[in-house]
């Protein structure tokens, strides 16, 4: 079965500190996506970044990077110098694809800043 | 370029009533699916549309439907509802959907009374 596991309820952070979120998956696909994405507490889905499971970069858009780890089935999102307004819940995703299958959401990450 | 539109923000029903909600795709997207999210069982898929065929659902009673009208504007509808309808209700879109990168609306935020 497909699932995905965000083991880190809550983090709370020192302002401008790197932070790493963990997500690990499961699934016995050999092609798929992986998400990440925020969600503020005005509910909106805001997509992060994104990383193919036969892509041999990490991904990486402006602060955000994944670290990929395939053969850990590890999927973490790393934000570097936070700011206060990363303070968010962060859901990891995957989705196979060529199948006509749904995505399947981790249960999030409450991340908040510290000033 | 418009990103997801999702209307009406905000709703309170009263149990039994039945909510339509309506979504707007980005343009040239033709997937649409929608999510129930809630503090208790999180993000849940509900259905995905592509050109204006139920290509995918989740497990939801036949209390929760929807459809695609052929611009890819989306509505679903909550028919008797009942106070655990109470959520945010979130629609995204997609260029083809599967393996596509899935962009999200504001969300409708429903409760029911």
């Known amino acids: 079965a497909q699932k995905i596991t965000q083991t880190q309820p809550g983090m709370f952070v020192q302002e401008k500190e790197a932070v790493t979120l963990d997500c690990t998956y499961d699934?016995?696909?050999?092609?798929?996506?992986l998400f990440w994405y925020k969600q503020p507490s005005s509910g909106e889905m805001i997509f992060l970044i994104y990383q193919g499971s036969y892509d041999e970069q990490n991904a990486t858009e402006g602060r955000y990077s994944l670290n990929f780890q395939k053969a850990r089935k590890s999927a973490n999102l790393v934000i570097s110098a936070s700011q206060l307004g990363d303070s968010a819940m962060y859901f990891c995703?995957?989705?196979?694809?060529?199948?006509?299958?749904?995505?399947?959401f981790g249960k999030g990450t409450r991340l908040h800043i510290l000033p | 370029k418009a990103g997801v539109t999702q209307t009406p923000r905000y709703l309170i029903k009263t149990r039994g009533q039945q909510v339509t909600l309506s979504c707007s795709p980005i343009?040239?997207?033709?997937?649409v699916s929608w999510y129930q999210q809630t503090p208790g069982q999180g993000l849940q898929f509900l259905f995905e549309y592509f050109s204006e065929t139920q290509r995918n659902k989740g497990n939801f009673p036949g209390r929760f439907s929807g459809r695609q009208f052929s611009n890819s504007r989306s509505e679903m509808n909550v028919s008797t509802l009942e106070l655990g309808d109470s959520a945010l209700y979130l629609c995204?879109?997609?260029?083809?959907?599967?393996?596509?990168?899935?962009?999200f609306g504001e969300g409708s935020w429903l409760t029911v009374v």
């Open positions: 995204a879109s997609s260029l083809r959907g599967t393996g596509n990168t899935i962009y």
């Open positions: 343009s040239g997207h033709r997937s």
């Open positions: 699934t016995s696909d050999q092609s798929y996506g």
């Open positions: 995703a995957m989705i196979p694809r060529g199948r006509d299958d749904k995505i399947i």
